[in-house]
């Protein structure tokens, strides 16, 4: 079976795969923007910075972001700012690593780059790596992979990454390289495919993607498809449709991605949709968030479906926006 993929990578689009509701997913998104007091929206407050690059992102790679007020959005983002230069999930909430690449993902969608001090965010990032080469999150210390994706991606897009130790960044995130050939959070940490999506996306990012055994790596990601065709993000889990992205991704990334069925996945993702009132949920029958709607649609994206935009593997954002960024 996986010899025959290898064999035949092209993916061919049929009906029987289900289609992708973008007009709904489009209305599913706006209507989140504007509830505010239900539960869901409340629960999320603490997030929304993380909810409006899930959403505004997913509006681009639908063809859709021109429908939004970016100066609004940019005013809002702003006020979200802490004087030490990074940015919190909310107004009036403190910052933190997280939040801050989600503000600058947006500041980069909207191609608003130019509004931000870029000294003052840069110098926040950098001031979160560690004597060892880790990253915290924030003032506060807890360190994670994630941290070091994230500030190495943000960095990048701002141009700055010669604020940090490059190289023991890179020899932190080997450091927590597992017997698997995948990462975990901390050395010695569990293979999860969140965090390799981040240590694969930092590697590719810094260029060091040579201390990745991709044979060994690629085995293990492309046993996360389960029957139903969606993934898993470690062994004799459940799939959820946010593994298209953690996944997949990391699969592009090292360049293995012809191991799995894309036919199947993307009937995965499909059959996630709510076709009546728009939005993707985790598996089939769930009940949909922007979370899932906006990996899911990224996940469709990278395996090329069509009518969306193409969506880089790495920095996770738009290919057209990497390249204004990257060749002007
Ligand atoms: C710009 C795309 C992008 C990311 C920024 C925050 C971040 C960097 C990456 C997060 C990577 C990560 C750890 C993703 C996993 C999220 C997830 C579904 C965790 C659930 O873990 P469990 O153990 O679920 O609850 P399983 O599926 O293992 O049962």
């Known amino acids: 079976m996986r010899q025959e993929q290898i064999k035949n990578p092209t993916l061919h689009f049929s009906r029987d795969m289900g289609e992708i509701v973008t007009e709904k997913h489009v209305q599913y998104i706006f209507s989140v923007e504007k509830r505010k007091d239900d539960f869901i929206s409340v629960a ?17 790679l639908l063809g859709k972001l021109d429908a939004v007020d970016a100066d609004e959005v940019v005013s809002w983002i702003m006020k979200c ?18 939040y801050t690449l989600s503000a600058v993902q947006v500041f980069a969608l909207f191609n608003k780059l130019n509004v931000l001090d870029v000294e003052k965010v840069t110098n926040y990032i950098a001031g979160l790596q560690n004597e060892d080469g880790s990253f915290s999150g924030d003032e506060w210390g807890e360190v994670d992979t ?39 959070c901390t050395p010695g940490g569990e293979s999860h495919a969140g ?14 993607l040579h201390h990745i055994d991709k044979d060994l790596l690629g085995w293990w ?17 459940l799939p959820d449709v946010c593994y298209s992205w953690w996944v997949l991704s990391s699969l592009i990334m090292i360049d293995r991605v012809h191991w799995i069925s894309k036919e199947k996945l993307v009937k995965f993702i499909l059959d996630c949709q709510d076709t009546e009132n728009g939005g993707i949920s ?27 935009k193409a969506i880089d593997p790495a920095y996770a954002l738009p290919v057209d926006v990497i390249n204004r960024i990257f060749f002007g």
């Not at 999320?44 to 681009?60: K, S």
């Not at 700012?81 to 997280?98: K, T």
């Not at 500030?151 to 890179?170: Q, Y």
């Not at 965090?195 to 060091?208: D, E, K, N, R």
């Open 44 to 60: 999320m407050e603490y997030l929304r910075m993380n909810g409006a690059y899930w959403g505004l992102t997913t509006l681009d």
């Open 81 to 98: 700012q802490h004087e030490s230069g990074g940015f919190g999930g909310n107004i009036g909430h403190d910052p933190h690593i997280l």
């Open 282 to 308: 985790d598996r089939p029958d769930d009940a949909v968030d922007v979370y899932h709607t906006f990996f899911g649609v990224a996940g469709l994206s990278l395996l090329e479906y069509p009518g969306l």
């Open 221 to 237: 990601l492309c046993e996360r498809q389960v029957k139903a065709g969606g993934l898993n993000g470690r062994p004799e889990k």
């Open 146 to 184: 994630r941290f070091s994706y994230i500030a190495i991606c943000c960095l990048s897009i701002l141009h700055h990454l010669n604020k940090i130790n490059v190289e023991k960044a890179v020899s932190y995130i080997v450091s927590c390289k597992n017997l698997d050939g995948g990462f975990g």
């Open 195 to 208: 965090q390799i999506f981040c240590c694969v996306g930092a590697l590719a990012i810094t260029g060091s």
